[in-house]
Each structure stands twice: as structure tokens, then as C-alpha cells.
């Protein structure tokens, strides 16, 4: 398994404003993932985040919405920008391990939006 | 097709008892199967997987049956303890670095 850690774990922001979200893990994986759980449902995958090139976000989700930076092997930002109530949610990042199909989440980032 | 359907939503068991919660798919290229378990304010954590070629896998209490026949499958949880309640999600997979797509999750709760 991998150690992952997320910052901030919460944070009470703004409309209009931006978050960062930082996803550090303690070794290097092939594969990160960001995830959105809005309160009380599933996950939904937002983007795969792709080492030294742009991140694929899936369908719903755009990268002037939630720029993605992953600059090495070990670590990933998700950025929520303009931010509404609506964005209001848990951000988790994961990583899966080389070889295998096993994915490993953070802790997450429970972000509120006023 | 992409999805993967849970039930039940919710579930209430006496200790002791034998919570199982089921899943179900359509897309035949789903390949693996991890259950996640999470806790109020934890990220989930993967409890236990399966692979499309066997059709039972056990891990400690916790038991996946698996109907490929069918395409479901689901979660067993032997002599549950107040310390399970939790939520639990299923999910699928059909290539690795590939999206995880999720079930609604099922909110257990392990009375004393």
C-alpha cells in the first residue's frame, strides 16, 4: 500500500474565490487519481492526473474548473477554482500501484463553499 | 453501462450478524472488483478485492462472493462488530490505470 497525505484536510472558503489542494505519497506510483464525494454520495472521478503532461479530466469536469499539476512521481495538486456552493465537497486524491489494480485514497479535503 | 448498482442503501444488524451487501454490473470488461470501507470523515480504504476468475475470496470476516454469470457480486461480513459500522462501496475496474466507478455506497450500522 502507499502512505497518502492531503492538504488542507478542511478548509471554509469564499465564492469566487480558489483552493489548492496538495496529495503527497510516500513513494513513487505510476498513477494518481482525483476524486469528488459530494456530501453523503459516492465518488465520481474528476481527472487522472499525468506525470509531465496536461491531466484527462472526465466528462463534466474541465481543466479551467480544476487545473491539475502532477510534477513528479510522488506528488499532485487539484486547484477548485471560481468556486459556488456547489462545489462544496470531499476531494480525495488516490494512487494506484505499479502492477496491480489496487487504489489507495487520502484522507481528503473537505471543502465548503459560502 | 458504466454503471454499477448497490443495494441496499442501508442496513441494520445486530451484532454478530451477517450483513451482506450486493452489487451488480453490465459492462462484461469490468475485471476487478475492490470493496471500499469509510468511516465519517476518513478517506475510504480498500477492504478487499476480486478477480472475475474466482468466485469467492475471503480476507479475515469479510467474504466477496462472486456470479460472473450473473454479473454481481457482494460483500459478506461474518460475525459483525459495532466496530464495522461504517459506509461501504463496491467497485469495478476493467484495465489498470483506469477509473474506479463506484456504487452508491451502503451505510451500515452494527447495533450492540
Known amino acids: 500500500s502507499a502512505v497518502i497525505s492531503q492538504k488542507p484536510s478542511r478548509d471554509i472558503c469564499q465564492r469566487g474565490t480558489s483552493l489548492t489542494i496538495q496529495c503527497q505519497v510516500d513513494?513513487?506510483?505510476?498513477?494518481m487519481f482525483w476524486y469528488r464525494q459530494q456530501p453523503g454520495q459516492s465518488l465520481t472521478l474528476i481527472a487522472t492526473?499525468?506525470?509531465?503532461?496536461?491531466?484527462?479530466?472526465e466528462s463534466g469536469f474541465v481543466i479551467d474548473k480544476f487545473p491539475i499539476s502532477r510534477p513528479n512521481l510522488t506528488f499532485s495538486t487539484l486547484t477548485v477554482s471560481n468556486m459556488s456552493p456547489e462545489d462544496s465537497s470531499i476531494y480525495l486524491c488516490?494512487?494506484?500501484?505499479?502492477?496491480?489494480?489496487?487504489?489507495?485514497f487520502g484522507p481528503g479535503t473537505r471543502l465548503t463553499v459560502t | 453501462q458504466q454503471q454499477v448498482k448497490q443495494s441496499p442503501q442501508s442496513l441494520i444488524v445486530q451484532k454478530g450478524g451477517i450483513p451482506i451487501i450486493n452489487c451488480a454490473y453490465e459492462?462484461?470488461?469490468?475485471?476487478?472488483f475492490p470493496w471500499y470501507q469509510q468511516f465519517p470523515g476518513k478517506g475510504p480504504a480498500l477492504l478487499i478485492a476480486?478477480?472475475?476468475?474466482?468466485s469467492e475470496k475471503k480476507e479475515g470476516r469479510f467474504t466477496i462472493s462472486f456470479n460472473k454469470s450473473a454479473k454481481q457480486f457482494s460483500l459478506h461480513i461474518m460475525d459483525s462488530q459495532p466496530g464495522d459500522s461504517a459506509t461501504y462501496f463496491c467497485?469495478?475496474?476493467?484495465?489498470?490505470?483506469?477509473?474506479?466507478?463506484f456504487g452508491q455506497g451502503t451505510e451500515l450500522s452494527v447495533k450492540p
Open positions: 459492462n462484461t470488461a469490468f475485471d476487478y
Open positions: 488516490s494512487v494506484e500501484m505499479q502492477g496491480t489494480y489496487e487504489q489507495y
Open positions: 492526473a499525468n506525470q509531465g503532461s496536461e491531466a484527462t479530466y
Open positions: 476480486i478477480r472475475p476468475d474466482v
Open positions: 467497485a469495478a475496474n476493467y484495465n489498470q490505470g483506469g477509473k474506479l466507478i
Open positions: 513513494s513513487q506510483v505510476t498513477m
